[in-house]
């Protein structure tokens, strides 16, 4: 595998996608396991950007900001306790192959979407995760609300947190 720093985060609209791209952006997502791949490539072309790391062996990382429909913006509000209705994206999608670890990829994929975009981003990760909990940190991210409790991974608690400008 090149190393990271050779390879370029490129950040795209849908519409300025390959047909490739669109596949193996999808490919990654649904490898993730950590979205409901039902009317994926639809919230695809609804998104506001898509970034991804193409290496020889396809897309070894991707993330994207998406555009919240209103009533999940409602359903998070509601859970975790702080108003989110002010913001019009959303910072996920992100997953990077287990072999592609640690290189700094997502890093620089929520990097490039965040300076990408100039208004308010929101994001959840599940509490847990302290490595996107960094991720998000470096970025200027701040925690809001209450955690509460995952539907989709039982047992487990989702935090809110945005980058309000
Ligand atoms: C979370 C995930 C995206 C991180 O991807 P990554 O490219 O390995 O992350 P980075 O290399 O940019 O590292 C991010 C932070 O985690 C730390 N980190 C990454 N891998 C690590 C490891 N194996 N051990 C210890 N720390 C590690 C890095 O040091 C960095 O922290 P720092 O900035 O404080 O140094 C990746 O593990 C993944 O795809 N997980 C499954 C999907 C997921 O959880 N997505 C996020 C949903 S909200």
């Known amino acids: ?33 950590e979205v409901d791949s039902d009317g994926l490539s639809e919230r695809m072309k609804h998104a506001r950007l898509l970034a991804y790391a193409a290496f020889e062996q396809g897309f070894l990382g991707v993330g994207g900001l998406k555009q919240p429909a209103g009533s999940y913006l409602g359903k998070v509000s509601r859970l975790s306790g702080y108003d989110l209705s002010g913001y019009c994206a959303e910072l996920g999608w992100v997953y990077v192959t287990p072999e592609a670890r640690g290189m700094r990829l997502a890093s620089r994929i929520a990097e490039a979407l965040s300076s990408s975009y100039e ?8 509490s847990d995760n302290v490595h996107m909990q960094s991720i998000l940190l470096k970025l200027g991210f701040a925690r809001v609300g209450n955690e509460y409790r995952s539907v989709e991974h039982s047992g487990k608690k989702i935090q809110a947190w945005v980058l309000s400008r």
């Not at 609209?13 to 993730?32: I, N, P």
């Not at 208004?119 to 599940?126: D, E, H």
Request: overall charge negative; proline content about 2%; some cysteine.
């Open 1 to 33: 595998m090149h190393s990271n720093e050779e390879r370029p985060v490129c950040v795209k609209h849908y519409d300025t996608m390959s047909e490739e791209e669109r596949g193996e952006f999808q490919k990654a997502v649904e490898e993730g396991g």
């Open 119 to 126: 208004k308010g981003i929101f994001a959840t990760t599940r």
